[in-house]
């Protein structure tokens, strides 16, 4: 029998509403599940064979073991520190090591509860898939308060009762925690299911009235109000916490909270799980929890909420391809995507959004792994394109990553013309791509006609050339570390080595040779690092205080083992990181082993007002005086560590700044649709197909028209004055049905809803005097009777045409599983609605 063993860390953040905050709206912030954020989190999951002479272990899709590659190049130029005899001592005594004997489970998993408990627990489990169906397998629950530096056996709190692998152990907001337990469906009526609020001191049983199929869902703010879908399609509702249920719905096929208490769901039309049919689904909302239920929209396929922003498709015919629809209003109104069209043979996917704007890839035409990225305005309805050949592989895997450590930078990678695969980077939220700069420690051969840094994505981590992504953490103010290669494109052949930025993208240095697995502790006043082995054993750490210039090694184990991952506590506030791994035993069972490393008792000294310095975000690189450091429109100055100060930041730690808003420049704006930017000028000047184009559209009983000269603001740029585009709008309203009368004006673009002015007709005409004074002129038929301004003195939005999105039916379960409101972080197909990726 192949012997299955897992780790997995789940972990406790701060959950909030939508709309609150940068990238929460209806969903658990995690920047996506991805391998950085699992090994940083304490989230790793590898599945070791029984077979230990192997030398090898098998990988999940959130642990990729290790890199095929490894590195024999010299050192880089960052300095190699030994560590002193006293250093070592003190490391030795405040480094913990805890076995776990193989014969206690066939799978491990390790969560850490609350924010700065230092609470972990381990759920060690025998299982089969005979055990699970007959008589449920039996588990073992560890508890450690102090870090993970020792455990206790409390498997008496939960009886031994089985605990379901697949669910493992739910951690939600305070101090939250749901066990689910595994029971045969053929003999009981329900699901079990053991709660605590304290962290696992004491636990609760709960008998369901239902047996689930999927993790229960926690509420963002409230861990009380609790959702859960039962395997016969029931939508089931706790406002104690689980110990009563409600069942709210029959028939629903998947569900999101979205923001406040609004809860949306998509169901059958009769309430039956035999009539679920995609395409023919039924889109409500609930915003008193189960008492009333409102209608959004028919005939819908899948749905799901990023951000601020509901987003569904509907088969309005059977015959023809869905289209998209978009709501920033919880469902109130909504309008169709402003997006090219795509073919049925295409898909489309949401890499990223929040309550502004949302960043989505629709795939060429053909298996050319490639297709377009476009940037949303702050409704989600006009879509601007902002990167071309965006590389998107045959598995629908996607490099596009969030660098969270600084406000707008955003990574990914394309394919280019020539077949290579080059890294590109963006400073102002897609506005503008680039390649990024070599490092300042790495040269190129002679031949290389283009020398520049190219970072390996999830492609690379798929396919096993690397064991990690980027990382960044919010709280490690322009910090990022990433694995890449230095030439003319991405290499798969070359070594990748590790990279450290600490100015948010703009500079590079190489720092580690060969793949690693990295965390980021104490909010970037550490960086830890384990060289990732594909065919033998760890027993090294290496951890740097300057960003990693410089790196000090200490062995905390003296018996190697087979690494399984880094776990240390979320919020990256903490100095204790767990090497996770097992070892094998002579009777040939795994014995897992967690080396729990303090680097408090190294880094003892509390940071001081000296040990900081003032930081101007974006001001690498040269630029006038004036703006130097203005992106989006607004300079940001943080105060934060100097590389040099070996010092705590601590868990009081809190990320300070100072904004100031900048003169508005032509790189606050975009071109609208229907424009370009001219290659010499950057002017933004009208396509030569767009002339004449005139498209009416329908929105609350009234027609639409209205003319732009091209350019429209950047979402979230906050700029003053200065820039202002010469600009001539004009805005035509008809009712519905009404046909435009001989002499009416023909315009070029085809925009929705600007004024909210019934049967009337308004002309403004805004002519722009250097950055100075504006000219307004009125021009009223009719009564002039405006009932207000509907898009809030936004820029204009235009529709494209109708999205159409291929029927996926090959996606696999783990986007299935991956609903919006609970925390999963894949790429998001509008066909399979429980996928999102929020990175």
Not at 171 to 188: F, R
Not at 736 to 760: A, I, Y
Request: charged share 20%; with cysteine.
């Amino acid at each position: 029998m192949i012997w299955r063993l897992v780790v997995l860390g789940v972990v406790c953040v701060c959950l909030v509403a939508a709309g609150e905050a940068r990238r929460r709206g209806g969903r658990t912030v995690t920047f996506h599940r991805t391998q950085q954020q699992a090994e940083s989190r304490g989230q790793v999951r590898t599945r070791p064979r029984r077979d230990t002479n192997s030398q090898t272990s098998s990988s999940s899709s959130s642990s990729s073991g290790a890199s095929r590659l490894i590195s024999h190049g010299p050192p880089f130029t960052s300095c190699r520190l030994t560590l002193t005899p006293a250093e070592h001592r003190v490391l030795d005594d405040n480094t913990h090591e805890t076995g776990f004997n193989g014969d206690d489970g066939s799978y491990v998993i390790l969560t850490w509860v609350g924010g700065g408990t230092g609470v972990v627990l381990v759920l060690s489990t025998i299982s089969s898939p005979l055990d699970s169906f007959l008589d449920g397998g039996s588990s073992r629950l560890y508890r450690s308060t102090d870090y993970g530096k020792s455990f206790h056996d409390i498997s008496s709190r939960i009886n031994n009762t089985f605990v379901k692998e697949e669910f493992g152990v739910s951690v939600g907001p305070g101090s939250s925690v749901i066990l689910t337990a595994d029971t045969p469906v053929l003999d009981n009526p329900g699901g079990i299911i053991f709660t605590s609020t304290d962290a696992g001191a004491t636990f609760k049983f709960t008998r369901l009235p239902f047996h689930l199929a999927q993790p229960i869902t926690y509420h963002f703010l409230n861990h009380d109000y609790l959702v859960a879908l039962s395997i016969d399609g029931g939508l089931w509702l706790s406002l104690d916490f689980g110990a009563k249920w409600t069942k709210v719905h029959d028939g629903v096929h998947s569900f999101s909270w979205g923001a406040g208490v609004n809860l949306f769901f998509s169901c059958s039309r009769v309430d039956a799980v035999e009539a679920d049919e995609r395409g023919d689904l039924v889109l409500k909302r609930t915003k008193d929890l189960g008492r009333t239920f409102t209608v959004i929209h028919e005939d819908v396929f899948s749905f799901g909420y990023i951000g601020a922003f509901l987003f569904f498709s509907v088969m309005e015919d059977s015959r023809s391809p869905r289209v998209m629809y978009f709501s920033s209003d919880q469902g109130d109104t909504f309008s169709r995507a402003l997006l090219p069209s795509a073919s049925t043979e295409q898909f489309y996917s949401i890499l990223d959004g929040d309550e502004d704007m949302l960043f989505m890839h629709v795939d060429n035409p053909g298996d050319t792994f490639f297709g377009t990225m476009y940037t949303s305005d702050d409704r989600g309805i006009l879509f601007t394109k902002s990167l071309e050949r965006h590389l998107f592989d045959g598995q629908r895997k996607s490099d596009f990553t969030n660098v969270t450590s600084l406000r707008g930078v955003y990574l990914t990678n394309k394919l280019d013309t020539d077949g290579r695969i080059r890294s590109v980077i963006s400073f102002n939220r897609g506005g503008k791509w680039r390649q990024l700069n070599k490092p300042e420690n790495v040269d190129c051969s002679e031949q290389t006609k283009k020398c520049n840094l190219h970072v390996h994505g999830e492609h690379s981590r798929n396919n096993r050339i690397v064991p990690m992504l980027a990382l960044t953490e919010p709280t490690a103010v322009g910090l990022v570390i990433a694995h890449g290669t230095v030439g003319d494109s991405l290499s798969s052949s070359q070594h990748p080595d590790v990279f450290v930025s600490s100015d948010g993208g703009y500079t590079w240095r190489g720092t580690l040779r060969g793949p690693h697995h990295y965390s980021i502790l104490d909010s970037g006043g550490l960086i830890v690092a384990v060289e990732a082995q594909h065919e033998g054993q760890v027993k090294t750490i290496k951890f740097s205080t300057d960003e990693g210039h410089c790196w000090k090694s200490y062995n905390f184990t003296e018996q190697p083992f087979f690494f399984a991952g880094l776990a240390s506590e979320p919020g990256t506030k903490a100095l204790n990181v767990s090497v996770w791994g097992f070892r094998p035993e002579e009777d040939g069972q795994p014995m897992w082993v967690a080396v729990t490393i303090d680097f408090q008792s190294l880094i003892t000294r509390e940071c001081s007002d000296r040990d900081y310095e003032e930081w101007l975000a974006h001001s690498s690189e040269g630029k006038d005086s004036a703006r130097r450091g203005c992106v989006l429109g607004v300079k940001e100055t943080y105060r934060r560590l100097k590389k040099k100060s070996v010092c705590r930041n601590g868990k009081s730690f809190v990320v300070s700044k100072k904004q100031s808003p900048c003169l508005c420049t032509r790189d606050d704006y975009l071109c609208d649709y229907g424009y370009y930017p001219h290659p010499n000028t950057s002017e933004c000047v009208r396509q030569p197909n767009s002339a004449n184009k005139t498209l009416e559209i329908c929105l609350d009983g009234e027609e639409d028209e209205l003319l732009t000269a091209g350019y429209r603001k950047v979402p979230s740029d906050k700029c003053e004055g200065g820039f202002t585009p010469q600009l001539a709008v004009q805005t035509v309203i008809r009712p519905c049905g009404v046909k435009p009368t001989p002499g009416s004006p023909t315009l070029s673009t085809s925009p929705e809803t600007v004024f909210d002015t019934p049967r009337e007709r308004l002309v403004l005409i805004l002519v722009c005097a250097g950055a100075g004074a504006v000219v307004l002129v009125a021009v009223v038929s009719a009564l002039l009777a405006v009932r207000g301004v509907v898009y809030r003195n936004r820029s204009p939005v235009y529709r494209f045409s109708n999205l159409q999105i291929q029927e996926d039916n090959n996606c696999d379960n783990e986007r299935e599983n991956g609903t919006s409101s609970n925390g999963a972080a894949c790429q998001h197909d509008s066909d399979d609605v429980s996928a999102v990726t929020i990175t």
